[in-house]
């Protein structure tokens, strides 16, 4: 487990969830009464062959705790992986928000952060195309705040009236439970098709978006308007986003289906790898604020979570970071038993009448009650407040405390009217007063129509390989349905985002795009509403493009945590090695060195090196880039072992930084690489720095339409 190594004082959250800490080192083993044991490999018998006997409470206790080891799963989210670290504030917005988080400088507030995917068990693989959950607790002063978002800005639906459809939508079909984690069936296209609503999301889902290169090379959004609250009661619509230090990376579809074979755990691991390296992720947290007066400047509503505000038009203004430095002690008591609500907010933040918002207030603490079984799980250590906590809720499964006393109802004043409440100015939270001034009426607002625009923009933003990206995801996905009517009502529903792009699909399915859809396909707005006439007239004060929606324009800057394969056998150069890998992990990359065996290579210098990964076990989608070293025997021996062919051919289609030295060019002159040596980012002899600035870019993605004709 990581401890911190930056020598700061304990967080708070750490010393309290100290207090639950189990030591097993050095340790007697008893059972759960404390009674010493002596044996717990044999049940107690009549006879050594004889039947067991009822009188055995050790095998009974032993048996019955196993027996209910498992609590259900998410129902969505079940997959998910956690870290404890801290968020500091860089500049107080006290303008806008009272939040101690948002006015005190000097705090560090301490955060456990989960990540996920949506639709898979809690086994299935982490690279699915999938949204990616993205869940921040904070512990604050005033009680906790949870930002429940995800690593796309905005959502599938408008109303939380639609969760269970989409849900069951997208999860395995319930006749036969197939297919696990993956969206590329029948039912979800049936839906999403009929629901305009979701096409945002989905094309969001359809982008490099859906399957990250890492977890911390990931943004997330709280999607939904939220309210920022000051001291004066003054309220700023708010939109919060965490922007990765690393930048936004993916990897591509191809990848994504290898790694799942080769190593299903790959983001999970790799945030455990980099925090116990000490190379904590980091995020800034940023805000896009907007004021009361301009709640209706915008063609979008900012109630409606199907929309985002283009960062061109609001600019996000960051506000301090988030630091992931500590690894869960136990997956189980943390990461499973973590309970976030969005209904947790601290006095400075408050909600809007997001309908979906408003139906997720509803949905998380009810969902706890079954998953965690029972109204006292802010009472597990993980779920538990740095503050205290008092009031005259009393009971239920599992209460962990004693309260005392001989009252628990308000007023009262036998127990001297405690516990009594407090003002504002002492710190209470008070709703936001919103005027609301409104028939009762179940409809979707005319605002929340307009469900191409945006879309569209995604679309219209992305740079050439991305829409690639989108459309190769596209065709693979319908490519997956067998109803045919589904997938034509699909390729209408894209023409309408963009002709081209439905063109693509298209010809993939082998279909045409049809010109009508007969049935009404928007079921969610009304019974018999086609999606053409809820368009409203366009106007379009949207922008050509905005920049900001491209991982084109993330940050290329740095590449720590990058990891880095070194091909290697006996006799490899140490000379070329030496200087390589001083230069590469100065600036923070892992070199891993992959041999034809186990165990050690000796380099020319007659020096062993401890492999660390044998070409058998390991695959290339695992690396970020390839570096061969000379030496002639070591270069004849990786000539001689085919996987290393195919591994450096992989890497090149994968479009990554591929650097050799000296005879190492032998060895990419049986790969593909010989007949693109002078690819911007293929090194012969070349200056380790450019090496390095190649991997900082992720890919060459001008190799792409080359790579793409290459067979692996
Ligand atoms: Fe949700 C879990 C994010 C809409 C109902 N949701 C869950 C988690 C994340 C999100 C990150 C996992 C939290 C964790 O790591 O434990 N959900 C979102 C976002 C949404 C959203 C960003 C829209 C903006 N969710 C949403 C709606 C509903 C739910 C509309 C129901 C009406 N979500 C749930 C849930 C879960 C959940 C069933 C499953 C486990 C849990 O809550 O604790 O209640």
Same mark, same amino acid.
């Given at each position: 487990m990581a401890k911190d190594k930056s020598n700061s004082p304990k967080l708070k959250k750490i010393e309290d969830l100290e207090a639950s800490y189990k030591e097993m080192d050095n340790k007697a083993m008893t059972t759960n009464q404390g009674l010493k044991v002596n044996d717990t490999n044999n049940s107690l018998k009549s006879g050594t062959r004889g039947a067991t006997l009822l009188e055995d409470f050790l095998l009974r206790e032993k048996i019955t705790n196993f027996d209910h080891e498992r609590i259900p799963e998410r129902?969505?989210?079940a997959r998910g992986s956690g870290a404890h670290g801290y968020f500091e504030l860089y500049e107080s917005i006290e303008e806008y928000s009272k939040a101690g988080i948002f006015t005190d400088v000097n705090r560090k507030t301490p955060v456990f952060a989960r990540f996920s995917t949506v639709?898979?068990?809690?086994?299935?693989?982490?690279?699915?195309?999938d949204v990616r959950g993205f869940a921040v607790k904070f512990y604050t002063e005033e009680g906790t705040w949870d930002l429940?978002?995800?690593?796309?800005?905005?959502?599938?639906?408008?109303?939380?009236?639609k969760f269970p459809d989409l849900i069951h939508a997208v999860?395995?079909?319930?006749?036969?439970?197939?297919?696990?984690?993956?969206?590329?069936?029948d039912t979800f296209y049936d839906f999403v098709s009929r629901t305009t609503e979701t096409l945002h999301n989905q094309i969001w889902v359809m982008s490099d978006r859906a399957i990250?290169?890492?977890?911390?090379?990931m943004e997330g959004f709280g999607i939904h308007t939220f309210r920022l609250i000051n001291d004066k009661g003054e309220s700023h619509f708010v939109k919060f986003h965490w922007k990765p230090k690393l930048g936004v990376h993916s990897v591509t579809w191809d990848e994504a289906v290898k790694i799942s074979g080769a190593d299903s755990d790959f983001h999970r691991r790799d945030l455990w790898d980099a925090i116990e390296a000490g190379a904590y992720p980091e995020w800034e947290l940023g805000v896009q604020i907007v004021p009361?007066?301009?709640?209706?400047?915008?063609?979008?509503?900012?109630?409606?979570?199907?929309k985002l505000i283009p960062e061109e038009l609001v600019p996000v203004k960051i506000i301090g970071k988030m630091t992931l430095n500590r690894n869960p002690e136990n997956f189980f008591a943390e990461t499973e038993q973590v309970a976030f609500l969005p209904g947790h907010i601290v006095p400075g933040i408050d909600f809007t009448n997001d309908p979906l918002l408003q139906g997720r207030l509803f949905s998380y603490r009810d969902t706890q009650l079954s998953r965690l079984g029972g109204?006292?799980?802010?009472?597990?250590p993980i779920n538990r407040p740095v503050v205290d906590t008092h009031n005259n809720q009393r009971d239920g499964k599992m209460q962990m405390d004693i309260p005392k006393g001989q009252t628990a109802y308000f007023?009262?004043?036998?127990?001297?009217?405690?516990?009594h409440l407090s003002k504002m100015a002492e710190g209470a939270f008070h709703s936001y007063e919103e005027r609301i001034d409104a028939n009762k009426i179940r409809t979707r607002s005319?605002?929340?129509?307009?469900?191409f625009s945006q879309p569209a923009l995604f679309y219209r933003s992305l740079s050439a390989w991305e829409q690639q990206h989108v459309a190769d995801a596209y065709t693979f996905e319908l490519g997956k349905c067998n109803h045919q009517d589904i997938q034509e009502r699909m390729l209408w529903v894209v023409a309408q985002i963009d002709t081209d792009l439905a063109k693509q699909v298209a010809k993939g399915l082998g279909l045409e795009i049809p010109s009508?859809?007969?049935?009404?396909?928007n079921q969610a707005i009304?019974?018999?509403?086609?999606v053409e006439d809820q368009q409203?007239?366009?106007?379009?004060?949207?922008?050509?493009?905005?920049? *900001?929606? *491209?991982?084109?324009?993330?940050?290329?800057e740095s590449i720590a945590t990058r990891q880095i394969a070194v091909l290697v056998s006996d006799g490899f150069s140490m000379t070329n090695f030496k200087a390589v890998k001083a230069h590469l992990e100065s600036k923070g990359a892992v070199i891993q060195l992959i041999a034809p065996h186990g165990g050690q290579v000796t380099c020319d210098e007659n020096m062993k090196h401890k492999v660390d990964a044998a070409i058998m076990t390991t695959?290339?989608?695992?690396?970020d880039a390839i570096y061969i070293p000379g030496g002639k025997k070591s270069i004849t021996d990786l000539k001689s072992t085919s996987k290393f062919i195919s591994f450096i051919n992989e890497a090149f289609k994968h479009c990554k930084a591929i650097a050799v030295d000296d005879e190492g060019e032998d060895l990419i002159?049986?790969?593909?690489?010989a007949d693109y040596k002078?690819?911007?980012a293929v090194f012969i002899n070349a200056d380790v720095t450019a090496f390095a600035k190649a991997i900082a870019n992720h890919?060459?993605?001008?190799?792409m339409e080359i790579a793409d004709s290459l067979a692996v």
């Amino acid at each position: 487990m990581a401890k911190d190594k930056s020598n700061s004082p304990k967080l708070k959250k750490i010393e309290d969830l100290e207090a639950s800490y189990k030591e097993m080192d050095n340790k007697a083993m008893t059972t759960n009464q404390g009674l010493k044991v002596n044996d717990t490999n044999n049940s107690l018998k009549s006879g050594t062959r004889g039947a067991t006997l009822l009188e055995d409470f050790l095998l009974r206790e032993k048996i019955t705790n196993f027996d209910h080891e498992r609590i259900p799963e998410r129902i969505v989210h079940a997959r998910g992986s956690g870290a404890h670290g801290y968020f500091e504030l860089y500049e107080s917005i006290e303008e806008y928000s009272k939040a101690g988080i948002f006015t005190d400088v000097n705090r560090k507030t301490p955060v456990f952060a989960r990540f996920s995917t949506v639709a898979g068990s809690k086994g299935s693989t982490d690279l699915a195309r999938d949204v990616r959950g993205f869940a921040v607790k904070f512990y604050t002063e005033e009680g906790t705040w949870d930002l429940v978002g995800n690593n796309m800005p905005i959502f599938f639906i408008q109303d939380a009236m639609k969760f269970p459809d989409l849900i069951h939508a997208v999860k395995p079909e319930p006749n036969k439970e197939i297919p696990q984690a993956a969206s590329a069936h029948d039912t979800f296209y049936d839906f999403v098709s009929r629901t305009t609503e979701t096409l945002h999301n989905q094309i969001w889902v359809m982008s490099d978006r859906a399957i990250p290169r890492s977890l911390r090379m990931m943004e997330g959004f709280g999607i939904h308007t939220f309210r920022l609250i000051n001291d004066k009661g003054e309220s700023h619509f708010v939109k919060f986003h965490w922007k990765p230090k690393l930048g936004v990376h993916s990897v591509t579809w191809d990848e994504a289906v290898k790694i799942s074979g080769a190593d299903s755990d790959f983001h999970r691991r790799d945030l455990w790898d980099a925090i116990e390296a000490g190379a904590y992720p980091e995020w800034e947290l940023g805000v896009q604020i907007v004021p009361e007066e301009d709640e209706f400047k915008y063609d979008f509503d900012l109630l409606d979570p199907t929309k985002l505000i283009p960062e061109e038009l609001v600019p996000v203004k960051i506000i301090g970071k988030m630091t992931l430095n500590r690894n869960p002690e136990n997956f189980f008591a943390e990461t499973e038993q973590v309970a976030f609500l969005p209904g947790h907010i601290v006095p400075g933040i408050d909600f809007t009448n997001d309908p979906l918002l408003q139906g997720r207030l509803f949905s998380y603490r009810d969902t706890q009650l079954s998953r965690l079984g029972g109204p006292n799980f802010h009472q597990i250590p993980i779920n538990r407040p740095v503050v205290d906590t008092h009031n005259n809720q009393r009971d239920g499964k599992m209460q962990m405390d004693i309260p005392k006393g001989q009252t628990a109802y308000f007023p009262n004043s036998i127990g001297g009217g405690c516990p009594h409440l407090s003002k504002m100015a002492e710190g209470a939270f008070h709703s936001y007063e919103e005027r609301i001034d409104a028939n009762k009426i179940r409809t979707r607002s005319e605002s929340f129509n307009d469900h191409f625009s945006q879309p569209a923009l995604f679309y219209r933003s992305l740079s050439a390989w991305e829409q690639q990206h989108v459309a190769d995801a596209y065709t693979f996905e319908l490519g997956k349905c067998n109803h045919q009517d589904i997938q034509e009502r699909m390729l209408w529903v894209v023409a309408q985002i963009d002709t081209d792009l439905a063109k693509q699909v298209a010809k993939g399915l082998g279909l045409e795009i049809p010109s009508t859809i007969e049935q009404p396909i928007n079921q969610a707005i009304g019974a018999d509403a086609k999606v053409e006439d809820q368009q409203p007239p366009k106007k379009k004060n949207y922008l050509d493009a905005a920049p *900001s929606l *491209s991982q084109a324009h993330t940050k290329f800057e740095s590449i720590a945590t990058r990891q880095i394969a070194v091909l290697v056998s006996d006799g490899f150069s140490m000379t070329n090695f030496k200087a390589v890998k001083a230069h590469l992990e100065s600036k923070g990359a892992v070199i891993q060195l992959i041999a034809p065996h186990g165990g050690q290579v000796t380099c020319d210098e007659n020096m062993k090196h401890k492999v660390d990964a044998a070409i058998m076990t390991t695959e290339s989608v695992l690396y970020d880039a390839i570096y061969i070293p000379g030496g002639k025997k070591s270069i004849t021996d990786l000539k001689s072992t085919s996987k290393f062919i195919s591994f450096i051919n992989e890497a090149f289609k994968h479009c990554k930084a591929i650097a050799v030295d000296d005879e190492g060019e032998d060895l990419i002159d049986k790969t593909y690489v010989a007949d693109y040596k002078d690819d911007a980012a293929v090194f012969i002899n070349a200056d380790v720095t450019a090496f390095a600035k190649a991997i900082a870019n992720h890919r060459n993605w001008d190799r792409m339409e080359i790579a793409d004709s290459l067979a692996v």
